[in-house]
């Protein structure tokens, strides 16, 4: 069974950074694309940035210009560098092995605990 860590989460004030990490056991990490979720207050997962196996990345609108997606196949591991986070950025992010169907990106996991992110003055 595949498990996600996430880690790195942490309060902070509008403007300033973190870097989240998630590493990811149980499976052939390399052959994967992979997403960070963002789960703010009482709505739903919203995927903000995702990472092919390739490397090639793709970002929410917004989330473009802001955030950055990285992955290092040796560690397993895949990096979410967030910058001038916002208010609206708050609330707990997951990583997940992603799929893309007919509708869309799709997550092949359970989702891990999340790394909770909090942004306020």
């Known amino acids: 069974q595949v498990q996600l860590v996430e880690s790195g989460g942490g309060s902070v004030q509008p403007g300033e950074s973190l870097r989240l990490s998630c590493t990811v056991f149980g499976t052939d990490f390399s052959k994967y694309p992979m997403g960070w ?47 001038d986070l916002k208010p609206d950025d708050a609330g707990v992010y997951y990583c997940n092995r992603i799929l893309m169907t007919s509708s869309g990106w799709s997550r092949l996991d359970d989702w891990g605990q999340g790394t909770l992110v909090t942004v306020t003055t």
């Not at 903000?48 to 989330?63: L, M, Q």
């Open 37 to 83: 979720y963002h789960l703010p207050p009482g709505k739903q997962h919203d995927l903000v940035a995702t990472v092919a196996a390739g490397g090639s990345t793709n970002y929410k609108d917004s989330a473009q210009g802001r955030f950055i997606i990285s992955r290092d196949n040796a560690k397993n591991a895949v990096y979410l560098q967030m910058n």
